[in-house]
Nanobody, 118 residues
Framework: VQLQASGGGLVQPGGSLRLTCTASGFSFYYYTVGWFRQAPGKEREGVSCISSSEGSIIYADSVKGRFTISRDNAKNTVYLQMNSLKPEDTALYCC????????????WGQGTLVTVSS
């Protein structure tokens, strides 16, 4: 099983980034996929997740209205569009896959670093 995240980088406050995570080694279509993040010295935080049927989407309050999650099952890929970025969004972002939006993920990727700074 692999979850390969990309798209991180350095961006100024107010800017945008799109993270991409490509999965392999499991039946992507049947899994809830999402993103967690961890900033230096802080606990890991769930950012967003999307169910297999796209019928359920959850966002952390801290990113609502700024981030959008989507998935392309044909490409085994999940995206996180991040707009109006703030310095407090700086973190390592990891993509995940699991059986339900109500359970902890089963699979974790290595992550991509997002730094928001002027």
């Amino acid at each position: 099983v692999q979850l390969q995240a990309s798209g991180g980088g350095l961006v100024q406050p107010g800017g945008s980034l799109r993270l991409t995570c490509t999965a392999s080694g499991f039946s992507f279509y049947y899994y809830t996929v999402g993103w967690f993040r961890q900033a230096p010295g802080k606990e890991r935080e769930g950012v967003s997740c999307i169910s297999s049927s796209e019928g359920s989407i959850i966002y952390a309050d801290s990113v609502k209205g700024r981030f959008t999650i989507s998935r392309d099952n044909a490409k085994n890929t999940v995206y996180l569009q991040m707009n109006s970025l703030k310095p407090e969004d700086t973190a390592l972002y990891c993509c995940t896959a699991g059986s339900s939006i109500y359970r902890s993920p089963t699979y974790w990727g290595q992550g991509t670093l997002v730094t928001v700074s002027s």
